[in-house]
């Protein structure tokens, strides 16, 4: 058993969606996993490995003509990863194997067209890309104490997050890379998004020096990508000529003489949450939302509350039906259950059950980072999750 009992995001939201859901695949919980997770679930992975490439702080200063080749390899590494933990259950059928082929092509145009894009907009410093925010949760009733288990184990949030900028005027922005199907996402839904809400909340937890001025949305639509006119040039608004120093912020200094508006006062100034810049090409759609420390410490509060009830080991998980059960995962053996059928069956079929200390391949790893883990939550492994 880990010695941390670790709180995730993306968890808390079938937990308070439908516990059975939450039940059945949670890592604290009983801990099962598509043995063969779909072609778009690789493909949306792939885009957002490539693009942790493509915005590696350590390569943020160099030319992107550099950048862009590497950044399409690690976009089709990461396919044929993902292709190669699918085999290990099953070969691709005929038709997962032509889809697999066309998502390449589509993952390859869509970078492409994202590099023109961005070189006209992209102007901030990359603070962290592809990173783990591993944070304490504050007990609501009393902020100075950490929560715990009920058997003394300490609890810690752990979300993975995107990219964190700096923009020119030094402020921090929690990003999420999106890639979307159909439609650009509700602007409402974006603001309400409750893992942003708590990515920027356990951020400023873990990092106490940084106040988080909002959230950016990166949505990339897969329609359209193949359809668009061939690359000619490439507009940088901020130029990497790896010749001195790209930015100098002068709002970090002790020193500086700005006036009054520093981020900080800006974001205690916000009243609630609000779009404040969206700009789209109809292929890529780039949201800025600025936060008000006081919704995001509230998610905060509830994410504690949550993770209070799911530590008592008698917790109920009944199902709750609705809508969200069409894109249910355990869609299968639930409506197995509920007709008194041999649901375990369709589990065993299907699914598999992962190891009580293993971490999942969405949160993209390194030894090094396999190695912090297992220093911060006795966690060793990684294997193939099946899903974000
Ligand atoms: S199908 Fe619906 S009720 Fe059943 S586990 Fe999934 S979300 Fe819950």
Avoid at 96 to 103: D, I, P, T
Wanted: charged share 30%.
């Amino acid at each position: 058993m880990p010695w941390t009992f670790i709180i995730r995001p993306r968890e808390m939201r079938k937990f308070r969606r439908c516990r059975r859901e939450w039940d059945l695949g949670s890592q604290v919980r009983q801990r099962y996993a598509q043995k063969r997770p779909s072609m778009e679930w690789a493909f949306d992975k792939a885009i957002r490995d490539a693009l942790a490439v493509y915005y590696f702080p350590a390569m943020d200063d160099w030319n992107r003509a550099i950048v862009r080749p590497l950044t399409l390899k690690g976009f089709d590494r990461s396919m044929r990863e993902s292709r190669a933990n699918h085999e290990k259950w099953t070969p691709l059928t005929p038709e997962e194997e032509k889809s697999f082929e066309h998502n390449l092509l589509v993952g390859q145009a869509m970078l492409t067209n994202y590099f023109v894009w961005a070189a006209a907009l992209d102007d901030f410093d990359s603070i962290f890309a592809d990173h783990d925010i591993w944070a304490p949760m504050p007990d609501p009733a009393s902020p100075i104490h950490d929560l715990g288990t009920l058997d003394g184990r300490p609890m810690r949030y752990m979300g993975r997050m995107d990219q964190l900028i700096a923009d020119p005027d030094d402020e921090l922005w929690v990003v999420e890379h999106r890639v979307v199907r159909g439609d650009w996402t509700d602007s409402d839904e974006l603001i309400e998004d409750e893992v942003l809400r708590s990515h920027c909340w356990h951020t400023q937890i873990a990092y106490p020096q940084m106040l988080i001025a909002g959230t950016i949305i990166n949505e990339l639509r897969v329609d359209g990508q193949l359809d668009a006119p061939p690359v000619s040039e490439f507009v940088e608004r901020d130029q990497r000529t790896m010749i001195g120093s790209r930015h100098v912020n002068t709002r970090r200094s002790p020193l500086t003489m700005e006036p009054a508006a520093t981020p900080a006062t800006r974001s205690a100034a916000t009243a609630q949450d609000y779009v404040t810049l969206q700009q789209d090409n109809g292929l890529f759609r780039r949201t800025v939302i600025r936060r008000n420390q006081d919704t995001l410490k509230e998610t905060g509060v509830r994410v504690a509350e949550d993770a209070m009830e799911i530590r008592n080991p008698d917790l109920t998980v009944e199902p709750t039906f609705g809508d969200h059960c069409a894109q249910c995962e355990f869609k299968a053996p639930c409506d197995a259950m509920e007709a008194g059928g041999d649901w375990q069956a369709i589990l065993a079929e299907n699914f598999f059950q992962r190891a009580d200390d293993a971490e999942d391949e969405s949160l993209r790893h390194s030894d090094h980072r396999v190695g912090q883990r297992a220093g911060l939550g006795g966690m060793y492994r990684v294997i193939n999750l099946g899903r974000r």
